[in-house]
């Protein structure tokens, strides 16, 4: 199994003149852009970066940020991107939690990066400031006049870690997830294989860097000698634009970007054709915005990917006309179950039947499966058992073997002693005229033990809690599943990445209810 510097060599070998990364002016083949990876990797090693140690990322989508990720497998070392989202404490955590011997920024975290490395006195020769970084430290712009390495380190153990990510930390302080060469080689193989893609396949590079989605796309882009097209500032209409302009043929992305471009006036007139192998992943998609993206943009490939940071494909569903929210099958590395939740945590022979409820675990002899976590063993005793990963994810399958998320663990609502799924109310709520986009949270009540709520962002048309409401009624969910409460917002809480945090919410709310 090669290393990923390796892969890159290969790709530069196979089709130098191809057009390799596009961000806004600048261009390059791969040719040209292997030559600058070079010197960027050599100015590493110059600032006395060597192989395993982490070199700590808070940069946008950018051709830095590509450049760096390169650079970084040339020499062995583990790139480690974060979130340029993060506060001055939360960027200091993953410092000092990564053991980062070099850090690289840009604008993206303002102010707070300097902060940070302030707070744990990181030395400036080790710091590398890209386009627009307020903090001290080596300019990208002078890496590139540094003498080239020859080429990738010699002997890089495929099983060494290449790529440490961050969970979002929606639940507490995130966790950092080492991925080796050959988890990420195959990690990238399952992203072809899954999403069809062709060689020279043109990807729009908007999913952020720092994550599973994010990376995997710059990956495999690169492994079929395809152009990536970067996006360092997220906005519905640049996406358009890119798209059509650069002639992209393939997006991946989570579905409330879909909702967005769909949703965006500039789309109405694009011409989006190019667009043919369409995929999301990262949360659950609606079954209009599903419909919307088959009919706006009627895609060869349209497919729903189940995965995570730890083990990159848990499941793909490819016949969403069909079957639409539907997760699919297992992927071609992994074996999944759905045990009780009832069960102990290494009871994991306690299988359900179809149709009902369960935790999906899902298989470690994935060869794209970490291994454990960085320093967490008391995170590997939560979610390691027997050989299976706990997803902490609720799921069902159905009569014919294919699987259904319906929510988190932690976010199942229990009513009335019945068990309710918030992306099931979500889903009917979402379809009705004036919602923007929905969230549902159980809030404690005295009765019921929770009360279902519902969080709506409506797009500025007038919608009441008596509409929602009947529409419920219409729809034929249950009753007991039905909201009781409707707050409006103006914008639900979102990750990075675009997921929906209720955990927010839910903290919101409920100091609000006990006031």
Known sequence: MMDLGTLFHFAVQRCPGAEAIVDGSTRRTYAAWYGEIRAVAGAL????????????????????????????????????????????????????????????????????????????????EKSVVGPGGRGEGVRFESL???????????????????????????????????????????????????????????????????HTMGVRIMLST????????????????????????ERISSAFLVPTMFHDILRHPDCAAADLSCLTHVGYAGMSMTTSLTKAVQERLR?????????SSEIYTFSVCDHLDRKPGCAGRPGVNQALRIVSTAAGPDDIDATVHPGQTGEIIASMS???????????PDADRKALHRGWYRTGDLGTMDEDGELYVVGRVDDMIISGAENIYPEEVEDVLSRIDGVTAVAVIGLPDERLGQKVVACVEPN????????????????????????????????????????????????????????
């Open 299 to 307: 895609p060869e490939v349209f497919i729903n990917f189940y995965g």
């Open 366 to 376: 994935s060869p794209e499966a970490f291994r454990s976590y960085w320093k967490r």
């Open 460 to 515: 500025g048309e007038h919608v009441t809690s008596d509409a929602l409401d009947n529409a419920c009624l219409r729809s034929g969910l249950a009753r007991f599943k039905r909201p009781r409460e409707y707050i409006f917002v103006e914008a639900l809480p979102r990750s990075a990445s675009g997921k929906l945090l209720r955990r927010r919410l839910r903290e919101t709310y409920s100091k609000s209810e006990q006031s």
């Open 45 to 124: 090693r110059g600032m006395g970066l060597k192989r395993g140690d982490h070199l700590v990322v808070v940069m946008r989508n950018r051709y830095e940020t590509a450049s760096l990720y390169w650079a970084a497998h040339m020499l062995g070392l583990i790139f480690t991107p974060v979130t340029w989202r993060a506060s001055a404490d939360e960027l200091r955590y993953c410092l000092e939690d990564a053991e980062a011997a070099g850090v690289a920024f840009d604008d993206g975290a303002g102010d707070e990066i300097g902060k940070a490395l302030a707070m744990i006195d990181f030395p400036a």
């Open 222 to 245: 690169a492994m079929l000698n395809g152009k990536l097209v970067c996006v360092p500032d997220y906005r519905p209409e640049r996406v358009i634009a890119l798209i059509e302009e």
């Open 144 to 210: 590139l006049a540094a003498d080239p390495i020859d080429g990738p380190e010699a002997k890089i153990d495929a099983e060494a870690a290449c790529l440490m990510l961050y969970t979002s930390g929606t639940t507490g302080r995130p966790k950092g997830v080492p991925r080796s060469h050959r988890a990420e080689y195959m990690a990238g193989l399952s992203q072809l294989v899954h999403n069809r893609y062709r060689f020279g396949e043109s990807a729009i590079g908007v999913m952020p860097m720092f």
